[in-house]
Every structure is written in structure tokens, then in C-alpha cells.
T-cell receptor
Framework: TQLLEQSPQFLSIQEGENLTVYCNSS?????LQWYRQEPGEGPVLLVT?????EVKKLKRLTFQFGDARKDSSLHITAAQPGDTGLYLC???????????FGTGTRLTVIP | NAGVTQTPKFQVLKTGQSMTLQCAQD?????MSWYRQDPGMGLRLIHY???????DQGEVPNGYNVSRSTTEDFPLRLLSAAPSQTSVYFC???????????FGPGTRLTVL
């Protein structure tokens, strides 16, 4: 069992639809990051959230950090084919010196 | 800046062989880490380093060794390759675990 579980594991939607990806844990994190990875490349940071209840927006992407700092969500409005990729959450536990990644959500947006 | 570089890009080994995956960064980052990526499991931390001369184990360290003699370089050594080590390996660097991780392009390793 991994520290951060993401759901769904796979998501295939039509262009223009909305979607939400979830990142859940039973542990408390000091900060949480979201990355997007395209085939054959390394992950690229989208956002970092550090305060419980924090909401950050990046164009059509909205990120939320849970009040209890155990979970996070990524909501995409009006998905576009360019949003296709593997979305990964990653968190740092309080007092820890390393970053744990979630299991990933593979998103496909069909034109 | 080249960012994070990894070599080789692809490698095929036979069971029992050893090899070193190279990783270098030119951003003067203190924190470097190695991950392996397997289908359905995201990225799992193998080893990490908070500075030259300091390394520590991650989630899946067995079968791998690391050293950090300089800030720039963080090689990963496979001591005796096993088919279970077939994976894509990523090296990353940053100012610390809570900061943006800059990833290399990855090494795809197959162990026969």
C-alpha cells in the first residue's frame, strides 16, 4: 500500500468536459505538489500547496489542499487535448526529508 | 543551463550484471533523489541526498547503492541486476523536498 492513493487510475473524457482527480492519504503532509508527466519525459511541477484548505488556480486547473492536510484534489474545467498526460500528486510528511509520490492518474482528453 | 542530465537513456542488462546510472545537475541544488517508475505505482523513492557526502534510503533501496561526492553528481549503482529492477529510473534535484523537483529525462532499464 502506497502512502498517497490517487483516483481514478485512468480517465478518458471528451474535450470540453470537466473532471476531478483525487489524492488521498491517512497521513498528514506539510506540503503537497502536483506534477504532470508526458510520455518519455520526466514530471513537471504544476503547483505546490502548503496551507490546509488552500485553493490555487492555474488557468483552467484548480487545486485544493484538504483542511486536515491529508488529501488534495485537482479539478480541470473544459478539458482540452493538451491536458492529456499522467497527473501525479506528491507530499512531504511533517519532519521528513523526502517526497512521496502518489500512484498517478492517466488522463486522456479526446478531441 | 542543461538542468538535470541522465545517462544512458536506454540499457539492457543480463541478470547478475552491475551498472551505474549517471545523474548530473548544474543548478547548484543540494537535494537530489532517485526514483523508479513502474506502471500503476507512480514514482517510488530509491535513495536521496540532502548534500554532498550525505545520502539516505527511500522506500525501495534494496539492490541499489548511491554516493554523493560532489554537489553536481549523484550516481545510482545496481549491484547485481534482477528482472524486478526492470523499470524507468528518474533522477531529480531541487533546493529541498518541499521545493519544485527538476527531473531528468529518465533511463529505461530492462533486465533479462
Amino acid at each position: 500500500t502506497q502512502l498517497l492513493e490517487q483516483s481514478p487510475q485512468f480517465l478518458s473524457i471528451q474535450e470540453g468536459e470537466n473532471l476531478t482527480v483525487y489524492c488521498n492519504s491517512s497521513s498528514v503532509f506539510s506540503s503537497l505538489q502536483w506534477y504532470r508527466q508526458e510520455p518519455g519525459e520526466g514530471p513537471v511541477l504544476l503547483v505546490t500547496v502548503v496551507t490546509g484548505g488552500e485553493v490555487k488556480k492555474l488557468k483552467r486547473l484548480t487545486f485544493q489542499f484538504g483542511d486536515a492536510r491529508k488529501d488534495s484534489s485537482l479539478h480541470i474545467t473544459a478539458a482540452q487535448p493538451g491536458d492529456t498526460g499522467l497527473y501525479l500528486c506528491a507530499g512531504v510528511l511533517f519532519g521528513a526529508n523526502n517526497l512521496f509520490f502518489g500512484t498517478g492518474t492517466r488522463l486522456t482528453v479526446i478531441p | 543551463n542543461a538542468g538535470v542530465t541522465q545517462t544512458p537513456k536506454f540499457q539492457v542488462l543480463k541478470t547478475g550484471q552491475s551498472m551505474t546510472l549517471q545523474c548530473a545537475q548544474d543548478m547548484n541544488h543540494e537535494y537530489m533523489s532517485w526514483y523508479r517508475q513502474d506502471p500503476g505505482m507512480g514514482l517510488r523513492l530509491i535513495h536521496y541526498s540532502v548534500g554532498a557526502g550525505i545520502t539516505d534510503q527511500g522506500e525501495v533501496p534494496n539492490g541499489y547503492n548511491v554516493s554523493r561526492s560532489t554537489t553536481e553528481d549523484f550516481p545510482l549503482r545496481l549491484l547485481s541486476a534482477a528482472p524486478s529492477q526492470t523499470s524507468v529510473y528518474f533522477c531529480a534535484s531541487s533546493y529541498g523536498p518541499s521545493f519544485e523537483q527538476f527531473f531528468g529525462p529518465g533511463t529505461r532499464l530492462t533486465v533479462l
